[in-house]
């Protein structure tokens, strides 16, 4: 079935230091692909998208490239900040009569100054 | 804009009763919500997909008998959880989605109810 699959946390940094989070995922057609961000004691925020193959998402520093070939949807970013430390989530939208957003499981970020 | 409220934040309730949980959008109009369950360090789990006006759409293994929602207006969805037992303590999302938008639209989300039945 269709699923979303990120790698597991936590994911220690140092402040400044360059930032991957993994995440591929598995549909059919094609889908819509979103990160968001759950920053603590908050709830979800839209932190980027892409609609379609080849195109990149960006927004505050981070990036992430819609990559058909390889299913994924890996989000990046050069130089954390302490204020990065969230929860991510990388999503995708089901359409054509579904029409449901799909999580990965999360990723926790944690900087430390 | 696009600001989803989710009322109460917490909830604490015995076993036996009945909670409900409001999602409003407060400055737009949202024709899909979405419900979904959180547990403790695993992602979001949709529940339903309430659509204003006619019956929620269930995911497979949810019980709808349990998990009533009700969507009576563009800006307003409850989710009632009926007989609430301890398993069904959780952390409940609800999102919505912009009136007339596709999948170019993104969902809002509120910002949780923590549900915890003693």
């Known amino acids: 079935g269709d699923s979303v699959t990120q790698m597991e946390g936590p994911v220690t940094l140092s402040e400044e230091a360059f930032l991957t989070i993994n995440c591929t995922y598995t549909?059919?057609?094609?889908?819509?692909l979103f990160w968001y961000v759950q920053y603590p004691g908050e709830g979800l925020q839209l932190l980027l998208k892409?609609?379609?193959?080849?195109d990149k998402g960006s927004n505050k520093g981070f990036e992430a490239t819609y990559r058909k070939e390889t299913t994924s949807f890996h989000l990046e970013k050069g130089s954390v900040q302490v204020s990065d430390s969230a929860v991510y989530f990388c999503?995708?939208?089901?359409?054509?009569?579904?029409?449901?957003?799909?999580f990965g499981a999360g990723t926790r970020l944690a900087v430390h100054p | 804009g696009a600001v989803v409220s989710q009322h109460p934040s917490r909830v604490i309730c015995k076993s036996g009763t009945s909670v409900k949980i409001e999602c409003r959008s407060l400055?737009?109009?949202?024709?899909?919500m979405f419900w979904y369950r959180q547990f403790p360090k695993q992602s979001l789990m949709l529940m339903a997909t309430?659509?204003?006006?006619?019956?929620?759409?269930?995911e497979q293994g949810v019980e709808k008998d349990k998990f009533l929602i009700n969507h009576a207006s563009l800006t307003l969805s409850t989710l009632t959880v009926t007989s609430a037992h301890p398993e069904d303590s959780s952390f409940y999302i609800c999102?919505?989605?912009?009136?007339?938008?596709?999948?170019?639209?993104?969902?809002?989300f509120g910002n949780g109810t923590r549900l915890t039945v003693t």
């Open positions: 400055d737009f109009q949202a024709t899909t």
């Open positions: 309430s659509n204003e006006g006619s019956k929620a759409t269930y």
């Open positions: 892409a609609t379609k193959a080849d």
């Open positions: 549909a059919t057609g094609y889908p819509s």
């Open positions: 999102s919505a989605q912009l009136h007339g938008r596709g999948q170019d639209s993104p969902l809002h």
């Open positions: 999503a995708l939208w089901l359409s054509g009569g579904y029409n449901k957003l799909i």
